[in-house]
C-alpha cells in the first residue's frame, strides 16, 4: 500500500506520514525530498523562532513549487510523470487536488 504525502501529495509513501498517535515516520518524500520528523520541526521564521509542524509543511510547499517542483528522486518517480526532474504541471495539478491544495498555473 502506497500513502499520500501531506506536503506534495504524492501517493508513493511506503507508510503513513504521521501514526494516529502523531509520531512521524522518518521518512524521506522522493517527490519533494520533505522528511517527516526532520524538516517539519527545523524551519526558522526570519526572527529566528522556529515554526510549527503544520506551518513547516506548507512553508516546505511553498518553497518547492517555487523552485519549480523539482522531483528528489526522479528514479521512484513514474517518468510519464515528469520532464527535466520536475513534476509535469497537469500531473502537479492533479497531486496537489488530493491533499486539498488547489493552483492556478499558466
Given amino acids: 500500500m502506497k500513502y499520500t504525502c501531506p506536503v506534495c501529495g504524492f501517493k508513493g509513501l ?3 506520514a504521521y501514526d494516529k498517535q502523531g509520531n512521524h515516520s522518518y521518512e524521506i518524500c522522493p517527490c519533494c525530498g520533505f522528511q517527516f520528523g526532520f524538516d517539519d520541526y527545523d524551519m526558522r521564521r ?3 523562532s522556529f515554526l510549527k509542524p503544520s506551518e513547516s509543511s506548507i ?3 511553498k518553497n518547492w ?5 523539482v522531483i528528489f528522486s526522479p528514479e521512484c518517480f513514474p517518468e510519464h510523470q515528469q ?3 520536475r513534476v509535469l504541471k497537469q500531473h502537479l495539478l492533479e497531486q496537489l ?9 499558466s
Fill in 14 to 16: 511506503t507508510e503513513p
Fill in 46 to 48: 526570519e526572527n529566528g
Fill in 59 to 61: 512553508a516546505y510547499r
Fill in 65 to 69: 513549487l517555487a523552485d519549480g517542483a
Fill in 83 to 85: 520532464k527535466a526532474n
Fill in 97 to 105: 487536488k488530493q491533499i486539498n491544495v488547489h493552483l492556478f498555473l
